[in-house]
């Protein structure tokens, strides 16, 4: 299995560019989770689908983040427009449903935003 | 509400020793625990987990923790650290919202001297 994976591994952007983060889960597993990793903040989920279903957006900072999984196999994460201080690692994480919810993650964007 | 307390920040140990790791969780239910690692760069990996029964978990790499139901902690031990187990660790406990979201505590990062 080729594990989670996240496109791109880097982006640097200017301040009020959008940001498009990818994640393509591993195949099978029913939830998929979005982090943002900082040297502050430490480890934070945003949000987390259930089946593609957003079940708890409550950790998305403001409503210039959004998030969308169309189907099984696929998951953005979007910034418009982006801010210095949204710069950060973000991590993707997909579990199977039912065999108590051990997350698998994949290798995280590392985002600047000048 | 849900919280995961790791109260070192840091710790450093020197290669061969012992080493313990702490973590305290506080959810009203049968917890779910975990320990992952992060090394530098890389997402997390899963170290170990507990669900039920034996409340001392084996994981790879050697690492060990032991379930307190009384203590509602989950420590981490290794008997004899190697440099290569320099990294952050986080422990983490899942909870059922609907689906089963992870909430991580805040990490230890562990330094292996020589």
């Known amino acids: 299995d080729a594990g989670v994976i996240q496109s791109p591994r880097h982006e640097v952007t200017e301040m009020g560019q959008e940001v498009t983060l990818r994640c393509k889960p591993i195949?099978?597993?029913?939830?998929l989770f979005w982090y943002r990793q900082t040297m502050m903040r430490g480890l934070e989920l945003l949000i987390y689908?259930?089946?593609?279903?957003?079940?708890?957006d409550s950790g998305m900072p403001e409503d210039r983040f959004s998030a969308k999984m169309p189907n099984a196999s696929f998951s953005t994460l979007k910034i418009q427009p982006s801010e210095p201080r949204d710069s950060a690692v973000y991590f993707c994480?997909?579990?199977?449903?039912?065999?108590?919810?051990?997350?698998?993650f994949g290798p995280g964007t590392r985002l600047l935003v000048l | 509400a849900q919280s995961v307390t790791q109260p070192d920040i840091h710790i450093t140990v020197s290669e061969g020793a012992s080493l313990e790791l702490r973590c305290n969780y506080s959810?009203?239910?049968?917890?779910?625990l975990f320990w992952y690692v992060q090394s530098p760069g890389q997402g997390l990996q899963l170290l170990l987990k507990?669900?039920?029964?034996?409340?001392l978990v084996q994981g790879i790499k050697g690492f060990e923790a032991e379930f307190k139901r009384s203590q509602s902690s989950f420590n981490l031990r290794k008997p004899s650290v190697h440099w290569s187990d320099a990294a952050e660790y986080f422990c983490?406990?899942?909870?059922?919202?609907?689906?089963?979201?992870?909430?991580f505590g805040a990490g230890t990062r562990l330094f292996v001297k020589a």
């Open positions: 994480a997909s579990s199977p449903q039912g065999l108590g919810e051990t997350q698998y």
């Open positions: 195949s099978g597993h029913n939830s």
């Open positions: 689908f259930n089946n593609n279903v957003p079940i708890d």
């Open positions: 959810y009203g239910a049968t917890p779910y």
């Open positions: 507990y669900f039920s029964g034996d409340t």
């Open positions: 983490a406990v899942a909870v059922n919202t609907g689906g089963f979201k992870t909430i």
